[in-house]
Nanobody, 116 residues
Framework: QVQLVESGGGLVQPGGSLRLSCAAS????????MNWYRQAPGKERELVAA????????NYAGSVKGRFTISRDNAKNTVYLQMNSLKPEDTAVYYC?????????WGQGTQVPVSS
């Protein structure tokens, strides 16, 4: 049974930091590209960051480049999203995603409200 379980979300003040984690099970984690998406209220889901299966390549949305860092630990079947200098516009539900060819798995999401 495939599972992606996000954790680490919660209320944070503008300028603060959070680290999201996504623990994977039920599939060969090291063979999948891992992504973090987010969906703000009233908006479409958007890709925030992606990391290749071995971790050697990363990509970021322009709005988070320089503030967010995606990483993975294939020994622990876990992907991370370090978020620094958070802004109110980063407020969203953040979703972990695993993708390989036509296979596509999603976590349940974790809320990140950024507010003073």
């Amino acid at each position: 049974q495939v599972q992606l379980v996000e954790s680490g979300g919660g209320l944070v003040q503008p300028g603060g930091s959070l680290r999201l984690s996504c623990a994977a099970s039920g599939f060969t984690f090291s063979s999948y590209t891992m992504n973090w998406y987010r969906q703000a209220p009233g908006k479409e889901r958007e890709l925030v960051a992606a990391i290749s299966s071995a971790g050697g390549s990363t990509n970021y949305a322009g709005s988070v480049k320089g503030r967010f860092t995606i990483s993975r630990d294939n020994a622990k079947n876990t992907v991370y999203l370090q978020m620094n200098s958070l802004k109110p516009e980063d407020t969203a539900v953040y979703y972990c995603n695993a993708k390989r060819q036509l296979l596509n798995y999603w976590g349940q999401g974790t809320q990140v409200p950024v507010s003073s």
